[in-house]
């Protein structure tokens, strides 16, 4: 039998290619066969990134700058991804961001703030990726989303709630325009994750435990720990799964 999963010849993009969770997606393809665009405001950083990956697959990695809340931006990377490679089989959003505020003093600017980047740039791309995908016959989105786009949460949260729920909704909603064009649409739905942003509560043993006891198999995810499910809903494996976000959570939701 064929190996399902591989994604040898395939050309992936990774918006958000520079955060804790966006590098090590970008990488988890890669290592699967994929040449990979890492993408983000900050140049430098996918710059970085882009060649850390090339050096530890021995594929190649690329890194393109652009701002997902600005379509003439998210133009420019996908024309310069089509120029140089003449397709684009998968799309990882990968970017995100969280303001916390009590919800009954919470300022309207920081909401637009996470709207803007968490929905707004996670359309933004699908759009420009999916017209593309539409033209080659075919391709496979994965949106971040969270826990949180189900579930509640005290401490702020209520804005970024806000954002995933929507992140859901939309991953549904073009799966199922998107399909007669055999375009998959999923999502990943991490719990939370140590990454540079939150380092902190990994390094306070207090915090740490307090986390983890939240989670049934015990523990805080880790970046690597994202890489499976995305590789899966980019594969072959996953030909037939569209709509759908798996809860890569230690078993959260399931309660």
Not at 25 to 49: C, D, F, K, M, P
Not at 131 to 152: D, H, P
Not at 154 to 177: D, F, H, Q, S, W
Request: aromatic share 6%; hydrophobic share 45%.
């Amino acid at each position: 039998m064929k190996d399902i999963f591989k994604l040898d010849g395939k050309i992936a993009i990774v918006t958000g290619g520079a955060g804790g969770i966006g590098e090590a997606l970008a990488l988890g393809l890669a290592y699967h066969g994929a040449t990979v665009v890492v993408s983000s405001r900050n140049e430098q950083t996918i710059g970085a990134v882009a060649k850390k990956i090339t050096e530890k697959t021995g594929n190649e990695a690329v890194a393109i700058a652009s701002d997902v809340t600005d379509e003439a931006s998210v133009k420019q990377l996908v024309d310069s991804v089509v120029n140089r490679y003449g397709k684009i089989d998968i799309l990882v959003n990968a970017m995100g961001m969280n303001i916390k505020h009590d919800a009954f003093d919470y300022p309207m600017e920081d909401w637009d703030k996470l709207f803007n980047v968490n929905v707004k740039g996670t359309m933004v791309a699908c759009k420009a990726v999916g017209k593309v995908m539409r033209e080659q016959g075919g391709g496979a989105i994965v949106n971040l989303s969270s826990v949180r786009g189900i579930r509640g949460y005290t401490g702020g949260n209520t804005g970024y709630c806000a954002t995933k729920g929507a992140v859901e909704l939309i991953t549904r909603a073009l799966a199922l325009e998107w399909a007669p064009s055999r375009i998959r649409v999923n999502a990943l739905g991490p719990a939370l994750v140590i990454t540079p942003g939150t380092r902190h509560i990994a390094e306070n043993p207090e915090l740490a435990a307090k986390y983890a006891a939240a989670v049934p198999m015990g523990r805080i995810g880790m970046p690597e720990d994202m890489v499976g499910a995305v590789v899966y809903l980019c594969s072959e494996a996953a030909s037939f799964v569209s709509g759908q976000t798996i809860y890569v959570d230690g078993g959260l939701t399931a309660a």
